[in-house]
């Protein structure tokens, strides 16, 4: 059974930073696709980052290029997702996402099987 728990998410200031990690069972962060999503109200859910399992190729949206950054601790089977010079146009709810393989289309929230519930991240 995947379990993903998200955490780290809050209210700062534009130009600030957070952290997100992604609790997973067992070893999923290590042998499937992790993604990171996150969703406005009224809003589509968008592919904000993804990792590859094995050598750890990530991908990430245009608007995040360059000042997010996914990453993960095997040993620890969390995903994370370092946030930096936050903006307003970040708020949203930001979701841990797992799949068995993904490809080109990792931005599709389609593509994945397994959902975290959620973490808020309002930024002012």
């Known amino acids: 059974h995947v379990q993903l728990v998200e955490s780290g998410g809050g209210s700062v200031q534009a130009g600030r930073s957070l952290r997100l990690s992604c609790a997973s069972s067992g070893s999923i962060v290590s042998t499937m696709c992790m993604g990171w999503f996150r969703q406005a109200p009224g809003e589509e859910r968008d592919g904000v980052a993804a990792?590859?399992?094995?050598?750890?190729?990530?991908y990430y949206s245009d608007s995040v290029k360059g000042r997010f950054t996914i990453s993960k601790d095997n040993a620890k089977n969390t995903l994370y997702l370092q946030m930096n010079n936050l903006k307003p146009e970040d708020t949203a709810m930001y979701y841990c996402?797992?799949?068995?393989?993904?490809?080109?289309?990792?931005?599709?929230?389609?593509?994945?099987?397994?959902w975290g519930l959620g973490t808020q991240v309002t930024v002012s």
């Open positions: 990792m590859w399992p094995g050598g750890g190729s990530t």
């Open positions: 996402a797992a799949t068995y393989a993904c490809g080109s289309s990792w931005s599709n929230s389609r593509v994945f099987t397994y």
